[in-house]
């Protein structure tokens, strides 16, 4: 089935830029967490680089790293800021501490790579998602004559005492790393040789260098993938040549409106609202109210930002239900009072079709999230305007 997008876009030609790898210039820990992309031009210089074991060591915190959109965090690697209130569902603020949609993007000089990781939670796997997908990383090398990311090798983790991938690398290839999906980080090092350095990356090509961010439930957080790599979130942001926050929360995007100030603290590209399938069991007048009031206080505090509202995914797709006409009805309330940038996204053609994108009925394997992350990155780049054709 054909996916339709409708769109209203208020769109402004967005300067692009080319992909200039940087292989020489030391790394510092930049004080914004996405401020590196803005200052590739400048001198990083080491903070706490230790040397064992024939290798120099960094600790992730000295690392270019996105994802990570607050730092006033009771844990460096935490999603949220310590101020969730109880206002804040109870899975919100446990679930901070996961580090879904975090990545370290970099170049560097070195022949190897090594990296050590330690998880937050002794608990690695769920019945029905392996611990490599829960608790573990992957790492992806930029392939320049292909233009995209290709992935390279996974990190299991059999022990919650933590883990070690160790890898050769071609020197001065870019290099990805996403963290786990459904655990988080208490501490990670990369090693590389004694002689070589660390570089954040330039400005991305698609012009595209503010956080497109994801609010939602376990399918956003990541839940099923085999690997973090997998996440819809992750592979829209490979796709799409952009950075993004994955704020999806299991069983948990509920729309609180303090929520909608978090989100608001971002200075986002992009917000994308997921959050249906967590909201299914309200009533529809307080599943109506509840989304127009969040929407409306995210907008008034983001005036310019695109917003994309996104259906339930539901791989059984059945056609609209009552809250999916909620939000279409809202959607074309706002398009009528004059809203632009602003997107709606059906649940048609988030799923294969063939119900085989599910390891569950409900949360997606491998295959669906390939297949969601082709309607999300559709709507994505409606929303931002993207032409390049570094977006796939």
């Known amino acids: 089935m054909d996916m339709v997008l409708t769109q209203r ?15 020489s210039v030391p790394l510092r820990l930049c004080a914004s967490v996405f401020c590196y992309v803005l200052l590739f031009a400048a001198v990083f210089v080491a903070e706490g680089a230790t040397i064992s074991d024939g290798m120099k060591w960094y600790d992730g915190r000295e690392l270019p790293i996105e994802g990570r959109a607050f730092d006033n965090t009771e844990l460096y690697y935490d999603r949220l800021p310590a101020n969730v209130t109880t206002s804040v569902n109870s899975g919100v603020r446990s679930g901070k501490h996961n580090t879904s949609g975090m990545l370290f993007r970099f170049s560097t000089d070195s022949t190897k790579l090594v990296f050590k990781w330690t998880p937050y939670k002794s608990s690695l796997s769920m019945d029905h998602m392996p611990a490599m997908g829960v608790s573990g990383i992957d790492v992806y090398r930029f392939d320049a004559a292909k233009g995209r990311w290709r992935y390279v090798k996974a990190g299991r983790i059999t022990n919650s005492a933590g883990a070690t991938l160790s890898l050769d690398w071609t020197p001065g290839t870019p290099c990805l790393v996403n963290l786990p999906l459904y655990n988080g980080i208490k501490t990670f090092t990369l090693g590389i040789d004694p002689e070589a350095s660390v570089s954040p990356l330039p400005p991305r090509a698609s012009g595209i ?7 939602g439930t376990s399918i956003t957080q990541g839940g099923c993938a085999s690997r973090p790599g997998m996440s819809f979130v992750n592979i829209v942001g490979r796709d799409l040549d952009v950075p993004v926050v994955n704020l999806g929360f299991s069983g948990s995007g509920l729309m609180e409106l303090e929520m909608s100030e978090h989100l608001a603290a971002i200075d986002a590209s992009c917000y994308v609202l997921d959050c249906v399938w967590n909201m299914r069991n309200m009533t529809t007048d307080a599943f109506r109210d509840r989304y127009e009031t969040f929407i409306r206080n995210l907008r008034a505090k983001r005036p310019d930002v695109p917003i994309v509202m996104a259906g339930m995914s539901d791989v059984y797709c059945g056609g609209p239900n009552d809250k999916d006409a909620c939000v279409m009805a809202l959607y074309e309330r706002l398009v009528a009072e004059g809203w632009t940038n602003l997107v709606h996204l059906p649940k048609d053609g988030m799923y294969s079709g063939d119900y085989e994108g599910t390891v569950d009925g409900t949360h997606a394997n491998n295959l669906g999230m390939r297949s969601l992350a082709k309607a999300y990155g559709k709507a994505v780049k409606q929303a931002l305007n993207i032409t390049t054709a570094s977006a796939k």
Do not use: A, C, D, W
């Open 9 to 23: 876009h208020r769109g402004t030609e967005t300067q692009r830029m080319s992909y200039i790898p940087l292989f």
């Open 209 to 215: 260098n503010k956080p497109v961010v994801f609010y």
